[in-house]
């Protein structure tokens, strides 16, 4: 409730609050409101975009696990996992004991017509149930960065974790490192 003043002529007046803070209200007010919407965006499923490399074509069964070679589109990006390799790691980089190096090879395409950014901790190594970051390196692998592509941009870059190669390993993307469910997952052997 306003706070009310006697002015000095004998009228008593409203305490009106300063204008900025009446702006600085507004705009959290409106803050608020773009990331409730926005985070609540319609988020559609990963779906198969190529079985081979001379088609494209979008399946009609959405898949929930694709494999290597497949490429991937979730909300107008595309997703392919180009190669897997397994390191012994280097003299003095090795992986913990009983564990290889996983050299994951992606691909990421914007096909979508807004900026989206990509970022290496948006992806997971499921090692049968067991999800870690691709938080590694290996001198002379050039490992996927940070950044964001406009529509049409591509980017390429490897993904570097641990895992017992015998393992069954996957590929998890939450499009969000502060989002833990999986958008898609990619088996990688």
Do not use: C
Request: charged content about 30%.
């Amino acid at each position: 409730m306003a706070k009310k003043i006697e002015g000095e002529d004998g009228k008593v007046y409203k305490e009106q609050k300063p204008v900025y803070k009446r702006i600085w209200f507004i705009l959290l007010v409106a803050l608020v409101v773009i990331v409730v919407v926005t985070s609540s965006g319609g988020d559609k499923g990963a779906k198969k975009v190529t079985t081979d490399d001379t088609t494209t074509k979008t399946s009609e069964k959405e898949q929930d696990v694709f494999k290597v070679g497949d490429t991937v589109e979730v909300n107008g990006v595309h997703f392919k996992v180009n190669s897997v390799e397994f390191t012994d790691g280097e003299e003095y980089n090795e992986p913990d004991e009983g564990k290889k190096f996983v050299v994951v090879n992606v691909t990421i395409e914007n096909q979508s017509k807004k900026v989206v950014s990509y970022n290496p901790l948006d992806f997971g190594l499921d090692d049968q149930g067991n999800v870690t970051d691709f938080w590694e390196y290996l001198s002379g692998v050039e490992t996927l960065s940070y950044g964001t592509l406009k529509e049409g941009g591509t980017v390429s870059g490897n993904l570097i974790g641990q895992a017992k190669q015998e393992d069954k390993l996957k590929l998890d993307y939450t499009g969000n490192m502060f989002d833990t469910s999986s958008k898609l997952s990619i088996e990688l052997n």
